[in-house]
T-cell receptor
Framework: GQQVMQIPQYQHVQEGEDFTTYCNSS?????IQWYKQRPGGHPVFLIQ?????EVKKQKRLTFQFGEAKKNSSLHITATQTTDVGTYFC?????????FGKGNQVVVIP | DAMVIQNPRYQVTQFGKPVTLSCSQT?????MYWYQQKSSQAPKLLFH???????NEADTPDNFQSRRPNTSFCFLDIRSPGLGDTAMYLC??????????????FGPGTRLTVL
């Protein structure tokens, strides 16, 4: 079945710095979605990427979908304490999502 | 506000005692999903309903069953919970029109503890 791998699994980020989290698949994805889960919360949809090479921005967050539609990245600039949480990528297809293991981000004030 | 509601939010049950978790949605979405999420792990899809069609994941134990009596409600039944079933159970919905996956809206989850 479809699998997506995320690296790194854990990150400690100084407040104000930038960081990137990566998502890779062995197969071509029809689309990729990113979710954020705060500690003790539930996954919340951030964005969906569909087109090869697509780049989308949401304020300090930049999402990219690779040309081959096998990888994606999320880059956050000027990290804030509210960015704490686990970021999941999920590969989409056939009405189901395959979630990566997530990147747990801790923000150091 | 349109939303996904799960009840109860917390459930404690004894080993082997059946438990039912419920999910309701006001989004009128045609697809409903049940996920199991253990501590510090990704959500694991158990099964989903596409309209009335039930789709089980190959590795979902027979101990887990589901019912969807109507568009708005979906239930997760655990027939004989084991200690390893302690987890957060997340319900999600989406409006899918066939093929591609669309945004999933998650409920707040039910945290189940099996003693």
């Amino acid at each position: 079945g479809q699998q997506v791998m995320q690296i790194p699994q854990y990150q400690h980020v100084q407040e104000g710095e930038d960081f990137t989290t990566y998502c890779n698949s062995s197969t071509t994805l029809s689309n990729i979605q990113w979710y954020k889960q705060r500690p003790g919360g539930h996954p919340v949809f951030l964005i969906q990427l569909v087109k090869s090479g697509e780049v989308k921005k949401q304020k300090r967050l930049t999402f990219q979908f690779g040309e081959a539609k096998k990888n994606s990245s999320l880059h956050i600039t000027a990290t804030q304490t509210t960015d704490v949480g686990t970021y999941f990528c999920a590969g989409g297809g056939n009405n189901r999502l395959a979630f990566g293991k997530g990147n747990q981000v801790v923000v150091i004030p | 506000d349109a939303m996904v509601i799960q009840n109860p939010r917390y459930q404690v049950t004894q080993f082997g005692k059946p438990v039912t978790l419920s999910c309701s949605q006001t989004l009128n979405h045609n697809v409903m999903y049940w996920y199991q999420q253990k501590s510090s792990q990704a959500p694991k899809l158990l099964f989903h309903y596409y309209d009335k069609d039930f789709n089980n994941e190959a590795d979902t134990p027979d101990n887990f069953q589901s019912r969807r009596p109507n568009t708005s409600f979906c239930f997760l039944d655990i027939r004989s919970p084991g200690l390893g079933d302690t987890a957060m159970y997340l319900c999600a919905t989406s409006r899918d029109t066939g093929g591609a996956s669309h945004t999933q809206y998650f409920g707040p989850g039910t945290r189940l503890t099996v003693l």
